[in-house]
């Protein structure tokens, strides 16, 4: 139980495109959403938490206007990038929390985005 | 500003040995400790999870220990295999909040 999925595990995007990733809690339903950026040799960097039904809360430094993140339902969270650029490339990661249990997440595994 | 380090930055073992995974952080006031298993180009898989209260867990071959007053924890793994080889990360979260603070990893590489 408590798998998460990503779609899709690969993109290559000409610069200046919008690309959206899907996050979803096959088996369980998530009330909050996270997601993650990850470079090369980098540690996992959090972006926004994402919470269903209202809006999300970015980390200091993240542009939401350039990562728009949409939690609609219990099962699935939308990260788009909108209008990407070479710089954001980058191994973008969910995780989601079990409703009711603040301990643990349960990780996806992870879109790699490539910005030509 | 709660820092995760960890340190081997990179382990090369042969099959069998037992080692040592360190990570230590900057503020004290952590609400749990996490091990986690990242294969290359996947997600993370949690290994471990210790509570502020606790000092040590175990799972099969791994042994998680906590000294959150130092700011260390440690992960051993027993009598390591090929398959043990990844990267671990180890995480920390601050009490009243979800988020998690991750280190850069030990990139592990068990030799047969």
């Known amino acids: 139980g408590a798998v998460v999925s990503q779609h899709p595990s690969r993109v290559i995007c000409k610069s200046g495109t919008s690309v959206k990733i899907e996050c979803r809690s096959l088996?369980?339903?998530?009330?909050?959403m996270f997601w993650y950026r990850q470079f090369p040799k980098q540690s996992l960097m959090l972006m926004a938490t994402s919470n269903e039904g209202s809006k999300a809360t970015y980390e200091q430094g993240v542009e939401k206007d350039k990562f728009l993140i949409n939690h609609a339902s219990l099962t699935l969270s939308t990260l788009t990038v909108t209008s990407a650029h070479p710089e954001d490339s980058s191994f973008y990661i969910c995780s989601a929390r079990v409703a009711g249990i603040t301990d643990t997440q349960y990780f996806g595994p992870g879109t790699r985005l490539t910005v030509l | 500003k709660q820092e995760v380090t960890q340190i081997p930055a990179a382990l090369s073992v042969p099959e069998g040995e037992n080692l040592v995974l360190n990570c230590s952080f900057t503020d004290s006031a952590i609400y749990n400790l996490q091990w986690f298993r990242q294969d290359p180009g996947k997600g993370l898989t949690s290994l471990l999870l210790i509570q502020s209260s606790q000092r040590e867990q175990t799972s099969g071959r791994l042994n998680a220990s906590l000294d959150k007053s130092s700011g260390r924890s440690t992960l051993y793994i027993a009598a390591s295999q090929p398959g043990d080889s990844a990267t671990y990360l180890c995480a920390v979260s601050q009490g009243g909040s979800e988020k998690l603070v991750f280190g850069k990893g030990t990139k592990l590489t068990v030799n047969p």
């Open positions: 088996d369980f339903q998530a009330t909050t």
